[in-house]
């Protein structure tokens, strides 16, 4: 918790939140994946859309979050997100992560109202920041447009800085627009703002535009090979490396996401439980599962960790 | 809290919530509104979109629904808004509101998640349902698709309709297309499910085909006119009524609703502090409220019981 601790960079992935056959969050299977992304050098992006973080209470969160911490994994490692409609539920999760020690936030802006202004979303911003009230704040935009439907303009993105210097700590681009991506790196990069790319299909093109690195969905299931790009992005064989991963991800991004990364857990660890969600979302039916558990053999890929994931494996 | 209750009808507002200067909401306020609201016979349709509800935590809109019933307010008149994106809140929202003897609840599908399909959204209802576990429990699905983005589908409201009977009771209709409108009055207003048009400029034309009344924003500013309307729909002078209330509309349609309506409220209640909104929403600018109070003062129009919301009037 120094006020020297290191910035986050490389690759994050938004963690899969388990679910039990009761509906609530399971803290052993969240705790175990979370070991093993760190094991494979991902960061712990907890919370966030891919984790079905908006379908989970604050105390749920809270709950999660402290049993990571409790199992003794680093918060120097954790970006959890803690944007929410509400103000007081963004500030609550984010008061306790400061507290907590974890490096960053991943903020959502307040997304149920639409077309709303840059003057109302910097006001939101602005009351988070003077409630938490701690130079530990450090806090990256969540910019998601085709989801939230709300995002942040350059010229929000600049008054931010400029009235938060510090706090304001960088952005995820998950707009899959690669020339939004660019100008952020150009304009806000070199001013210690760091950008994540919302993907690893931006990843080498990121880094080689002196970004930070990329906070992905298929972290989860393709940790190392998106890691190892990220650490050795300068390789000669890195467009090679991009292509790999951008193949994998491909055979997912044929289904709900989110569906088809738990499946493919559920199937690679033999726990079933993986495939749960939380409505509104519902698991991949038996011929998309299929298709999914074919094209991987097919690829030779494997759920990284996989068996590290099984039930009762040791950890 | 009979289960003989009568069901709700005609005129519901979504309730505004008022803020302090500390950006809190103020219960005196509140209370004081509803109260004006019931006097004019309109219902509380509390936590509505117009009452930035999403902007509330859960334990704000406990708070607020607590304090109407401790002001001896008719919980057989309301209809809180119970809907989230996270389950375990509208659980335990509806279970507070059917516990406290609301006569329905308005229920927002989760909204995070764009593109789900109508399994996803039936089970989180069932969930919901199965949770509460009341048979006093009457859900109004709430449908804005232009806010929500996420809607229903008349395959999900059949589908709802056949699995919870007298569960499922009614739909506030806000997607601003009567087609619409008319296909769920043709098809599921005969079999229990009532139907309130989304804003009075469908009222007339709501009741004239068997439904229930409105769910109307503007319902709190001008609460007697709407009602009288409802009341008086068989009357010659019905569709001049109609008229009159889309002009009154229609003026607050220029500008943002929100901030319109409570600018409205402050400047005839003499209260500066009902301007006041949580962001995201922002207060109308300086030229926008003269414009507001110019128009408003031309069309001869006041905020019914704005003498009764002044600062320190007797309640």
Excluded at 71 to 96: K, V, Y
Excluded at 195 to 224: D, K, W, Y
Excluded at 275 to 287: Q, S
Aim: hydrophobic share 50%; with cysteine; aromatic share 8%.
């Amino acid at each position: 918790m120094s006020a020297a601790a290191s910035r986050l960079g490389g690759v994050l992935s938004p963690v899969l939140t388990p679910f039990g056959a009761n509906g609530a969050p399971c803290v052993e299977r969240f705790v175990r994946l979370c070991r093993s992304l760190l094991d494979q050098s991902v960061g712990l992006a907890i919370f966030g859309t891919n984790s079905e973080a908006n379908s989970l209470s604050v105390n749920e969160k809270r709950a999660l979050l402290d049993a990571l911490l409790d199992a003794g994994l680093p918060p120097g490692r954790m970006m959890p997100g803690t944007g929410a409609c509400a103000l007081p539920d963004a500030i609550e999760l984010t008061r306790h992560a400061v507290a907590s020690g974890c490096a960053g936030v991943l903020m959502l802006p307040p997304f149920y109202y639409k077309g709303v202004g840059d003057e109302g979303l910097f006001r939101a911003f602005a009351r988070v920041i003077d409630a938490v009230d701690d130079e530990r704040l450090r806090i990256y935009l969540y910019h998601i447009p085709p989801v939230a439907q709300v995002g942040f303009s350059a010229a929000l993105i600049e008054r931010l800085l400029d009235a938060f210097p510090g706090t304001i700590a960088g952005v995820k681009d998950s707009s899959g627009d690669w020339s939004n991506t660019a100008m952020m790196l150009e304009r806000f990069q070199p001013h210690g703002f760091d950008v994540f790319a919302g993907s690893e299909t931006f990843l080498l093109r990121t880094l080689q535009a002196g970004g930070a690195g990329c906070i992905t969905a298929t972290g989860n299931v393709n940790a190392r090979a998106i890691a190892r790009l990220a650490r050795e992005w300068r390789a000669a064989d890195a467009a090679l490396r991009q292509r790999e991963l951008d193949a994998i991800r491909a055979i997912f991004q044929q289904f709900p996401m989110i569906p088809a990364m738990k499946a493919a857990i559920a199937w690679q660890s033999g726990d079933e439980a993986w495939a749960n969600l939380r409505p509104p979302l519902v698991e991949l039916d038996a011929a998309q599962r299929a298709k999914l558990q074919t094209e991987l053999t097919a690829a030779g890929f494997e759920v990284v960790g996989a068996a590290g994931l099984a039930r009762g494996a040791a950890h």
